[in-house]
């Protein structure tokens, strides 16, 4: 029977002691902030996958570079019609939606 090493920390476990348990203002705020992060990365990987320039994509969709850059940083909220834009014309795909409660 293997030994459970008590220095070992869950990821859940860190959240809750850096950010506070769900439900709590910072750590809903940090939910929020890494959903927004992660549509960031998704849209970098997706527009390399095309072998799209940052400066092309921006092109395709009618918007700037330095908007797209700022949106894969995460150093720009994005409006859903332009995401909508970004991924239809720029990226050829769509968006589908889901919602948890």
């Known amino acids: 029977m293997k030994k459970k090493n008590e220095n070992l920390t869950s990821f859940a476990e860190h959240l ?3 950010y506070g348990e769900r439900g709590t203002e ?12 992660k549509l960031g990365v998704m849209l970098q990987e997706l527009r390399k996958e095309k072998g799209l320039t940052q400066e092309e994509l921006a092109e395709k969709c009618k918007t700037t570079k330095n ?5 894969e940083n995460n150093t720009s ?3 859903l019609s332009t995401l909508t834009r970004i991924v239809q014309e720029g990226l050829g795909g769509y968006i589908k939606f889901s919602v948890s409660i």
């Open 16 to 18: 809750d002691c850096q």
């Open 67 to 71: 908007y797209i850059s700022k949106i």
């Open 77 to 79: 909220d994005i409006r």
């Open 26 to 37: 910072s750590r809903e705020q940090y939910e929020r902030e890494f959903e927004i992060f």
